[in-house]
């Protein structure tokens, strides 16, 4: 059984313990966070939602998955996912060709949104991610890094990797009848970007990025 983390009552307008303050998502009042042990949560002090959990080592963490992710992210983009076998002949298929193929099949529609869900967003996520944590990490944060990490948060649904990954396995089963389906090493590395990229959600405390984002405004005297 996992260890359950700790949790404090946060003070309202504690300006000798708070660290920063965070707006409760479910009810909206602003709270002021004190400092935090690892694994200790805070709790809203309306309606008892948990606002923020202190993780260990979050941004190391979050920037191992996101190089994980673009390593896996060209894999799956260099090689077919699928090979389908019938009548001698062979075709293969990738995730721009796919993209590719719906557009000639007169659907301009879906061709885009297959292409900005499963190839541009996954890839500014990830690029941005690394881009903004290796910022934050050396300590050289510039006057880009907010408006990109607010951007970045802001497509995050947009990511539809899951989505397409179900469809993909729908075609599978009904093409399995028709001819033989075989699987591309750009396949497997596509399931395993679709993990990283949860964990990377998981891992990565945006907090923690918006804290050093305010020490570096709060040292220069400008607000983030």
């Known amino acids: 059984m996992s260890a359950i983390p700790n949790?404090?009552?946060?003070?309202?307008?504690?300006?000798?313990?708070?660290?920063?303050?965070?707006?409760?998502?479910?009810?909206?009042?602003?709270?002021?966070i004190p400092p935090l042990a690892v694994s200790e949560s805070v709790l809203c002090l309306r309606c008892d939602k948990t606002l923020y959990t202190h993780h260990k080592n979050s941004i190391d963490?979050?920037?191992?998955?996101?190089?994980?992710?673009?390593?896996?992210?060209?894999i799956a983009n260099m090689f077919p996912l699928l090979?389908?076998?019938a009548l001698g002949l062979t075709q293969d298929s990738t995730l721009f060709s796919?993209?590719?193929?719906?557009?000639?099949?007169?659907?301009?529609?879906l061709s885009i949104?297959?292409?900005?869900?499963?190839?541009?967003?996954p890839a500014t996520t990830l690029i941005g991610t690394i881009y903004i944590l290796l910022q934050v990490k050396t300590n050289?944060?510039?006057?880009?890094?907010?408006?990109?990490?607010?951007f970045l948060r802001s497509t995050d649904a947009w990511g539809m990797l899951e989505i397409f990954m179900l469809a993909m396995l729908v075609a599978i089963v009904k093409l399995g009848d028709v001819a033989e389906v075989v699987f591309g090493i750009s396949l497997y590395a596509f399931v395993l970007l679709i993990l990283t990229l949860t964990l990377l959600s998981a891992s990565l405390d945006p907090h923690d990025v918006w804290n050093k984002l305010?020490?570096?405004?709060?040292?220069e005297g400008n607000n983030v």
């Not at 920037?63 to 060209?74: K, V």
């Not at 050289?140 to 607010?150: C, G, H, S, V, Y």
């Open 7 to 32: 949790t404090i009552q946060i003070k309202k307008h504690d300006s000798q313990t708070s660290l920063t303050h965070i707006a409760c998502p479910e009810c909206d009042l602003l709270q002021s």
């Open 61 to 74: 963490r979050s920037l191992a998955f996101a190089i994980t992710g673009l390593l896996l992210y060209i």
């Open 83 to 85: 090979s389908l076998k």
């Open 98 to 109: 796919t993209a590719l193929a719906l557009f000639q099949a007169d659907r301009p529609f």
């Open 113 to 121: 949104i297959m292409l900005l869900t499963t190839i541009v967003f």
């Open 140 to 150: 050289k944060i510039n006057e880009l890094t907010a408006p990109l990490f607010r």
């Open 214 to 219: 305010r020490e570096k405004n709060v040292n």
